[in-house]
């Protein structure tokens, strides 16, 4: 399995309830990016933590990192039908000179009226 | 403020012809990314660059694929000869700097080999 990956993979829950994304990585790492895609879209950058921190918000959104668990989670609170797209971690591992970012393959967030 | 610029959006290739993918980082970004994304997939990594200088290519496929990022201009991703797998998406991120700086992400462009 590959560096990034999150879970579930398809979420489907309604208009005002919490959603959360989970993600496991391999490596160690700098940081962690949550991004989120829209259907046919560019990637919008939601939130970056990095390894030194355990926590961190930014309006609706929350992210949690536990490196000894090499894991982070994602929660919208109060979820929008505007929240429907699929969001990816990704990892910054930078081993030297590059800045490559890994990504998991997405959870697909669906939020119903 | 414009954000990352990808063009075209959206660009449609025969089998065997060349593909030419165009990126403005952002202003007074200096570090360019290219990242690919097959159907229903995250993003891979191909190339990371800076000015003139190529840092990192150990995603790119070792044959038919180029990128360059001149002193002046966007930074170009080179695809000759395509193939059918070679439709995916192309994004293209930057950043201020490197480390733990946040990628910039444009908005695509879209190939479809025939």
């Known amino acids: 399995s590959q560096q990034g990956e999150e879970d579930p993979q398809a979420l489907s829950i309604q208009e005002g309830e919490n959603a959360t994304m989970n993600c496991s990585y391999k490596t160690s790492i700098n940081n962690l990016q949550w991004y989120r895609q829209n259907s046919g879209r560019g990637l919008v950058h939601l939130i970056l933590i990095r390894s030194n921190e355990r926590e961190k918000h930014s309006g609706r959104l929350r992210v949690t990192l536990d490196t000894s668990k090499k894991s982070s989670s994602l929660l919208i609170t109060a979820s929008r039908a505007a929240d429907t797209a699929s969001y990816f971690c990704?990892?910054?591992?930078?081993?030297?000179?590059?800045?490559?970012?890994?990504f998991g393959t997405g959870t697909r967030l669906q939020v119903t009226l | 403020n414009a954000g990352v610029m990808q063009n075209p959006r959206h660009l449609v290739r025969r089998r065997g012809q060349e593909a030419r993918l165009r990126c403005s980082p952002m202003?007074?970004?200096?570090?360019v990314y290219w990242y690919r994304q097959l159907p229903e997939e995250g993003l891979k990594f191909m190339v990371y660059l800076q000015k003139e200088n190529i840092i990192d290519e150990s995603g790119m496929p070792k044959e038919r694929f180029s990128a360059e990022f001149p002193k002046e201009g966007p930074s170009i991703l080179r695809i000759q000869q395509v193939v059918r797998g070679d439709s995916a998406a192309y994004f293209c991120a930057s950043s201020l700097g490197q480390g733990t700086d946040t990628q910039y992400f444009g908005p695509g462009t879209r190939l479809t080999v025939l």
């Open positions: 202003k007074g970004h200096s570090h």
């Open positions: 990704a990892t910054d591992a930078n081993h030297g000179t590059a800045s490559k970012l890994t």
